[in-house]
């Protein structure tokens, strides 16, 4: 019992070290269920991780892209590693065809990816349950304890600061020369050199 525990941690220095790790054990007591119970739900997990396994594989070997090009004609092969230097590239044109090609692929088992949605959201919903967690959400946040309001304050603080991102993104638009904004322009790069920055000016910058 964590009576007991803490009685040991009392009397005995050394193990005073564990004294978070047996108060994480009792906060999260409450959602450990009978042996029974609890036997059941081990045997069931590793079926419940078929919906992400079937969406890792279906994104990560089944699925083709098509090439980007560019505004020379010249194609670059698009893949989960390539995309992050195909839309940070100068060249539009390559950021449009690499961005289309990616969205294409998936766009073309969109119907598979959101069953596995949907079976992953049957997953959470059937195991906060089985914990007996009032929400999905809580059952998530709850063993690394993080309160719920911590994740609704982060939505609200992001909501409050939209006319700060819509500044961003009018002032990206204008740098680029664009009329419209798309996906594929996000990363594009706003100077034609490098530069380069200390962590400490950094910090500075982001602090004002």
């Known amino acids: 019992g964590f009576d007991k525990l803490r009685t040991w941690l009392k009397d005995y220095a050394p ?3 564990y004294a978070h790790f047996i108060d994480d054990l009792e906060r999260q007591s409450a959602h450990v269920r009978s042996a029974e119970v609890e036997e ?3 045997q069931v997990e590793d079926s419940f991780s078929t919906a992400s396994a079937t969406h890792g594989i279906l994104t990560n070997s089944d699925l083709v892209f098509q090439p980007a090009v560019n505004d020379k004609g010249e194609r670059y092969d698009v893949t989960h590693g390539s995309m992050g230097a195909l839309l940070s590239d100068p ?3 390559l950021r449009r065809t690499a961005w289309e090609s990616y969205a ?3 766009l073309s088992v969109q119907n598979t990816l959101g069953n596995c949605l949907a079976a ?3 997953q959470d919903v059937f195991t906060a349950r089985a914990r007996r967690y009032n929400s999905s959400l809580t059952a998530a946040l709850g063993p690394s304890n993080i309160p719920t309001t911590v994740f609704h304050n982060l939505i609200d603080v992001f909501k409050r600061n939209l006319p700060t991102w819509h500044r961003y993104w009018r002032l990206r638009r204008k740098v680029l ?3 419209v904004l798309h996906e594929y322009d996000i990363k594009a790069p706003l100077a034609t050199g490098k530069t380069k920055v200390t ?3 950094a910090v500075d910058w982001i602090c004002e």
């Open 15 to 17: 193990l005073a070290i």
């Open 40 to 42: 059941l739900l081990g």
């Open 91 to 93: 060249d539009r044109t």
């Open 104 to 106: 294409d692929a998936h």
């Open 120 to 122: 992953g959201i049957k």
């Open 177 to 179: 020369g664009v009329d």
């Open 199 to 201: 962590y400490g000016q």
